[in-house]
C-alpha cells in the first residue's frame, strides 16, 4: 500500500510540469478565463498531492518528492499508467487540451480498479481504496492507520478551489480523500460534469471538473445548470485570443543549447529553483508544514523565471520554455 501511494505521489506530480506550462504560456491579460481555469486545475492538483501525501503519512509511510526519477525527461508516461498515455510539455492550445482530456478522462461508472498500468486516474484511486478496506479487514483499522498524526497537512487553504484538505485518520477520511481527488478530476459518480463544490470566484455556481473545463476550453463554451456529458457545454461563449499565447518550443530539452548560453543558462535557473520547490514540498509533507508558504512563495518565482524564458525566441516562430530537469542538491547554489 505504501508503494502504491508513493507512485500515487508520483503520479499527482506529472500533471504539474504540463500544466504549468500550458499556464506560463498564456498572457494574463489577453486569455484571463483561461488562465483561470488552468490555474484552478493546477492548484487541485497541489491539493490532490498533499491528500495524497497524507494518505501515505496515515499508513506509516514516507512521501519522496526531491528525487531524480521525479523529473524525467518529456515526454513521459505516467507513473505505472498506461503507456499508450504519455505526458509533453506544450504550450496552451488544441494539442495541450487534447493531451489534457485524455490525462483526466472520467472512467465509465462500472470500469474496474486496476492498480497498474490503469487506464484512467480514477481507476488507480479505486484499487488503492479497494487495497485500504481490504487490509482493514484483514488487520484493522487501528493497525493500518497507525501513522504520526503530527504529520498531516491541516488547516491549510488553497486559493482557486473550494475542495477540502482532508485529515487522513481513519477507513472513512482515507475514502473522502480519495473521492475529492476524482471528483474534482473526472466529475461527481465519474457521471456528472461537476465536482461537487461551488466556484470560488462565483460561488452561485457549482465548479466544473478537471475534464469537462478542458472540453470548455477547447470547444470554447462554458457549461451551465442541466448541462450534462451528453449534452455537451451548451452556456455562454468561452473564447482564447491566440495572440495571447507564447509559442513555446515543444519539449524544450538542455542539450538544445551549449552550456552558457543564455537560454540554457536561465533554463538551468529555473531547474535549480523547481528543484528547490520540490525539497519544500518534500519537508511540508514529512512533519514540516510550516514550508509551505515557503513553497508558495517559490513557485511565484518560478513563474516569473518561465516567462521570462518564453521572451527569449528559440527557433523559427518558437521561443524557450522549462525543462524539468532534476539538479542535485548540492549544485543547487
Known amino acids: ?82 503507456p499508450s498515455l504519455e505526458l509533453s510539455l506544450l504550450p496552451f492550445g488544441r494539442a495541450a487540451l487534447d493531451q489534457f482530456l485524455r490525462l483526466e478522462q472520467p472512467a465509465p461508472p462500472d470500469a474496474p480498479a486496476q492498480s497498474d498500468r490503469y487506464v484512467t486516474i480514477g481507476r488507480f484511486y479505486a484499487a488503492i481504496e479497494e487495497g485500504l478496506r481490504e487490509l482493514c479487514a484483514l488487520l484493522g483499522e487501528e493497525e493500518v492507520f497507525r501513522g ?104 524544450p530539452r538542455l542539450d538544445d543549447h551549449l552550456p552558457g548560453s543564455p537560454i540554457r543558462t536561465a533554463q538551468d535557473g529555473f531547474n535549480r529553483m523547481y528543484c528547490v520547490l520540490l525539497h519544500q514540498l518534500e519537508e511540508t509533507f514529512n512533519g514540516s508544514p510550516q514550508s509551505l508558504p515557503a513553497a508558495t512563495g517559490t513557485m511565484y518565482r518560478l513563474r516569473l523565471q518561465a516567462e521570462a524564458l518564453m521572451a527569449m525566441p528559440d527557433g523559427v516562430d518558437t521561443t524557450a520554455g522549462p525543462t524539468f530537469d532534476y539538479v542535485p542538491p548540492e549544485l543547487r547554489g
Request: glycine fraction near 8%; include cysteine.
Open 148 to 251: 504520526d498524526r503530527a504529520r498531516q497537512v491541516r488547516d491549510c487553504h488553497f486559493r482557486y478551489t473550494a475542495g477540502r484538505l482532508v485529515e487522513v485518520t481513519d477507513l472513512a477520511s482515507a475514502s473522502a480523500a480519495l473521492e475529492e481527488i476524482v471528483d474534482q478530476g473526472e466529475g461527481l459518480l465519474r457521471g456528472q460534469v461537476w465536482d461537487g463544490d461551488r466556484q470560488v470566484h462565483h460561488p452561485e455556481r457549482e465548479q466544473v471538473a478537471h475534464y469537462y473545463r478542458f472540453q470548455e476550453l477547447r470547444i470554447g463554451r462554458r457549461y451551465r445548470s442541466g448541462d450534462t456529458p451528453q449534452s455537451g457545454p451548451t452556456g455562454e461563449p468561452l473564447r482564447v485570443d491566440p495572440k495571447g499565447i507564447r509559442r513555446m518550443r515543444h519539449n
Open 1 to 82: 500500500m505504501r508503494e502504491h501511494l508513493q507512485w500515487a505521489v508520483e503520479l499527482e506530480h506529472a500533471t504539474l510540469p504540463p500544466y504549468l506550462c500550458a499556464l506560463y504560456s498564456l498572457d494574463r491579460e489577453r486569455n484571463p478565463d483561461a488562465v483561470r481555469a488552468v490555474t484552478g486545475v493546477f492548484v487541485e492538483e497541489m491539493l490532490h498531492l498533499a491528500l495524497v501525501a497524507n494518505l501515505l503519512n496515515a499508513v506509516g509511510g514516507r512521501p519522496e518528492l526531491d528525487a531524480p526519477r521525479m523529473l524525467r525527461p518529456h515526454p513521459r508516461r505516467l507513473p505505472h499508467g498506461d
